[in-house]
């Protein structure tokens, strides 16, 4: 089995087409017995071997144990529950058989996407269901029969009502960022879906952060899991160490000023997420930085979704340059290029500093994340130095004090 990599085949886009091969039976990657087909899918996409934390869960995974998994941002987690579902559904079914949960419409469509590619030799369907697309798309996808389905809760529950969704077959359950979705007001809605999935199915549940209050959904949803914890710190809270982190005292009529002095110093081919707190405030600095001559646009929830979409699209593929972002984008956004973030705001929490600046340093690349402290965060600060520890903050000074 020899796979064209996807970049090779894009170079020779002349090349002649692949002979088929013999994909039936299994094969091993990296030690991991898998579909012949997966495999050749993976290989394309250029995963050579498995990651870490593909290494530890996969097995499990294949033996239908429940899992909780807490491995660093960008470390590979999609693929670690995406490889064992594409590998264990049966492609010709209609009903659905893996389901998969996420906070936000845009890491629903990225989860699709890359569960997509997995499946794709295997002839495995994936469909995205979210809010703020029109229904009637997402139902003639479902009609179609997929068997695996990604979704934000809300949407799925809407599809359920609506009796257009069945997961009364679900075999393998999927909870990606389950604290954030407890954080942002999604528990009453995935009580709702996992209580209409059979009892006897597979659960697992993937963070970079395993904050306490998720233990009780641990407890209630997941069948005696084997708890995988690739987080060394005993504080159980990590960064990559790839990602330098900067912090700089602002007061807050000053932080204008100090984004000008930042961005004046960054490398012309850089590509930046700024985290702002509000919708309005995302608006108020992507127009003054548009006011200054930079190529920048704003995402949040309050604008349209086909918006969300294109704002994202550009910034995925590289030809926006600079965006700034609510927490909306601080969740398992997959774009390797990001090589700042920058909290002109900070977080609520030390849980979403961890997945901010996440956003970049991604699968062993380097990324700086810079901070900027208020008035109103030494508090945050202090805890992000004791728990992510000293030895990794880098502190500077802006010219104007
Ligand atoms: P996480 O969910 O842990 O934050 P992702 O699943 O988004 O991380 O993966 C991070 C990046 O690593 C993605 O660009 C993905 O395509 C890439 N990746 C995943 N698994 C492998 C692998 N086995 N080999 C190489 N790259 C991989
Ligand atoms: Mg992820």
């Known amino acids: 089995m020899r796979p064209v990599r996807r970049r090779d085949r894009e170079e020779q886009a002349d090349a002649k087409p692949q002979v088929v091969q013999d994909l039936q039976g299994t094969a091993d990657w990296g030690g991991l017995e898998l ?19 593909q290494e530890a869960s996969i097995p499990w995974l294949l033996q239908d144990r429940d899992v909780v998994a807490q491995a660093v941002t960008g470390s590979g987690k999609t693929a670690s529950f995406g490889i064992p579902m594409c590998n264990m559904v ?40 979210y809010g703020g697309e029109p229904i009637a798309k997402q139902i003639r996808a479902l009609e179609h029969g997929m068997p695996i389905v990604v979704g934000t809760p809300g949407r799925l529950k809407d599809l ?18 389950a604290d954030e979705m407890l954080d942002i007001g999604f528990a009453d809605d995935m009580e709702f879906i996992l209580k209409r999935t059979p009892s006897t199915r597979q659960t697992a549940l993937f963070s970079a952060t395993i904050p306490g209050f998720i233990r009780g959904l641990i407890r209630r949803y997941l069948d005696d899991p084997r708890w995988i914890q690739l987080v060394s710190s005993s504080k159980g809270l990590e960064t990559v160490d790839e990602v330098d982190q900067i912090f700089y005292d602002v007061a807050s009529q ?38 200054e001559g ?27 340059r600079m965006l700034v972002a609510t927490n909306l984008a601080a969740r398992g956004l997959d774009i390797p290029t990001i090589s700042h973030v920058i909290n002109y705001d900070m977080p609520e929490n030390i849980e979403e500093y961890v997945h901010r600046i996440g956003r970049t340093a991604r699968m062993g690349k380097r990324g700086t994340a810079v901070s ?17 520890g000293a030895d990794k903050m880098i502190r500077r000074q802006f010219s104007f004090y």
Do not use: C
Request: aromatic content about 6%; overall charge negative; proline content about 3%.
């Open 254 to 291: 000053d932080k204008a000023d100090g984004i000008m002095e930042i961005l004046d110093n960054i490398e012309e081919d850089s590509q930046i997420l700024i985290f702002r707190k509000m919708q309005v405030g995302v608006d108020r600095l992507s127009k003054g930085l548009a006011g």
């Open 160 to 177: 359920m009502n609506r009796r257009i969704l069945d997961l009364g077959y679900v075999k393998f359950a999927v909870l990606d960022e």
């Open 90 to 129: 049966d492609p010709d079914s209609r009903d659905v058989q893996g389901l998969v949960l996420v906070p936000t419409r845009e890491l629903a469509q990225q989860v699709q996407r890359e569960l997509s590619l997995i499946g794709r030799d295997r002839g495995v369907g994936v469909v995205a269901v």
């Open 35 to 53: 579909e012949k087909s997966i495999i050749n899918s993976i290989l394309f996409m250029g995963y050579e071997k498995p990651s870490e934390i």
């Open 372 to 388: 900027f402290i208020g008035e109103w965060d030494f508090e945050l600060h202090e805890q992000i130095v004791v728990k992510i």
């Open 294 to 320: 930079f190529a920048i646009k704003g995402i949040h929830g309050g604008m349209s979704q086909p918006e969300r979409n294109r704002v994202m699209n550009s910034f995925r593929d590289g030809s926006l």
